[in-house]
T-cell receptor, first 117, second 109 residues
Framework: GAVVSQHPSWVICKSGTSVKIECRSL??????MFWYRQFPKQSLMLMAT?????????EQGVEKDKFLINHASLTLSTLTVTSAHPEDSSFYIC?????????????FGNGTRLTVT | SQQGEEDPQALSIQEGENATMNCSYK?????LQWYRQNSGRGLVHLIL?????REKHSGRLRVTLDTSKKSSSLLITASRAADTASYFC?????????FGTGTSLTVIP
């Protein structure tokens, strides 16, 4: 089945540094990828929708200058958390829909646990 | 927010029993999907039901959809300890996916 690879799975960084998270679709083309944030024991909150070759669409309340999204190819989207602070510590998950599949079903990466000290 | 609500938030049952969880949403949808998440992992797609469908089965899973009430239910029959996980409904409207608040299911062996 379709696989989405997310890297790294866990990252610890110092406050003020930037962290890049990669999301790759391994065996299909993903024109759109979704980035979610999940706090412990809570649901996934959609942060932004990443479209290949164009600017990402951010959800209300998500700072686009803090969470930089780049979707340069049909198989790779990146999320960069800039000037990270402890409150950015969270579980970040990407997902991708197959081209022509109407986004259904989504294939998820295994998530990245970000800890900012 | 388009995020759906699920209930119960937590459910604990004995192995072999059935588990039912419900999802309510706010807007018109194209389809509704159920996902499963093991702790600290990504989500796994379980089943999709389209807006013109009322019921769907997949193995031990049974999903219903009532678009007039904007609600869906997921039934897991003959539960197993391995079914222990969090379950989320997700609704699709256009180009966005929104997840419900989730139900944490614990199946006791």
């Amino acid at each position: 089945g379709a696989v989405v690879s997310q890297h790294p799975s866990w990252v610890i960084c110092k406050s003020g540094t930037s962290v890049k998270i990669e999301c790759r679709s391994l065996d299909f083309q993903a024109t759109t990828m979704f980035w979610y944030r999940q706090f412990p024991k809570q649901s996934l909150m959609l942060m932004a929708t990443s479209n290949e070759g164009s600017k990402a669409t951010y959800e209300q309340g998500v700072e686009k200058d803090k969470f930089l999204i780049n979707h340069a190819s049909l198989t790779l989207s990146t999320l960069t958390v800039t000037s990270a602070h402890p409150e950015d510590s969270s579980f970040y998950i990407c997902s991708a829909g197959e081209r022509g599949g109407g986004w259904s079903p989504l294939h998820f990466g295994n998530g990245t646990r970000l800890t900012v000290t | 927010s388009q995020q759906g609500e699920e209930d119960p938030q937590a459910l604990s049952i004995q192995e072999g029993e059935n588990a039912t969880m419900n999802c309510s949403y706010k807007t018109s949808i194209n389809n509704l999907q159920w996902y499963r998440q093991n702790s600290g992992r990504g989500l796994v797609h379980l089943i999709l039901i389209r807006s013109n469908e009322r019921e769907k089965h997949s193995g031990r899973l049974r999903v219903t959809l009532d678009t007039s009430k904007k609600s869906s239910s997921l039934l897991i029959t003959a539960s197993r300890a391995a079914d222990t996980a969090s379950y989320f409904c997700a609704t699709s409207t256009g180009n966005q996916f929104y997840f419900g608040t989730g139900t944490s299911l614990t199946v006791i062996p």
